[in-house]
């Protein structure tokens, strides 16, 4: 049995009118994410920490951008992809922690259910993920409200 960590990031632009999804979930905005899939860059994030901790790449490797059977897919759907992955080499996931950093619209409302949504997508108890939202105090691209950003960590057990 050994230990792994992975780390992961993301960061996508924000779009006037377009659909914002976060942590798998729709949240009220009158800006979405702009990507090749939804644009969910927590979810990106978590999977990249994922791929990083089971030595399998990176999202990029696994779903190109290039790839049209990835046009506007939801990443809740990449996530479970890797998730079969992870569960194929026998990997248990431990504990993922995270980090959601936008300046607008305020999130806080919105992690009870996310955590909800992605500690079902992980297959981990509720308590074994943390979801923190923070702001950029109005530094930068995410301080201008043209992006959002996200860091991600995971902790599994090879079996
Ligand atoms: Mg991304």
Same mark, same amino acid.
């Given at each position: 049995m050994s230990l792994k960590s992975g780390l992961g990031y993301d960061i996508h632009r924000l779009k006037e009118g377009k659909k914002l999804y976060l942590g798998g979930i729709q949240i009220l905005s009158s800006k979405g994410?702009?990507?090749? $899939?939804?644009?969910d860059c927590l979810i990106h994030a978590i999977i990249d920490a994922l791929?990083?901790?089971?030595?399998?790449g990176d999202i990029g490797q696994w779903f190109p951008p290039t790839d049209p059977r990835y046009k506007d897919v939801r990443s809740s759907q990449l996530l479970k992809e890797v998730m079969r992955r992870i569960e194929e080499r026998g990997i248990e996931? *431990?504990?993922v922690d995270t980090i959601i950093i936008t300046e607008k619209p305020k999130l806080f $409302?919105?992690?009870p259910r996310m955590k909800e949504t992605l500690a $079902?997508? *992980?297959?981990i108890r509720?308590?074994?993920?943390?979801?923190?939202a923070k702001t950029n105090e109005g530094l930068g691209a995410v301080g201008r409200e043209e992006a959002v950003a996200?860091?991600?960590?995971?902790l599994v057990r090879q079996k």
């Open positions: 994410l702009v990507g090749h $899939s939804d644009g791929l990083g901790a089971a030595g399998e996931i *431990l504990h $409302s919105y992690i $079902s997508l *992980l297959q509720p308590e074994d993920l943390g979801i923190k996200a860091w991600a960590t995971a």
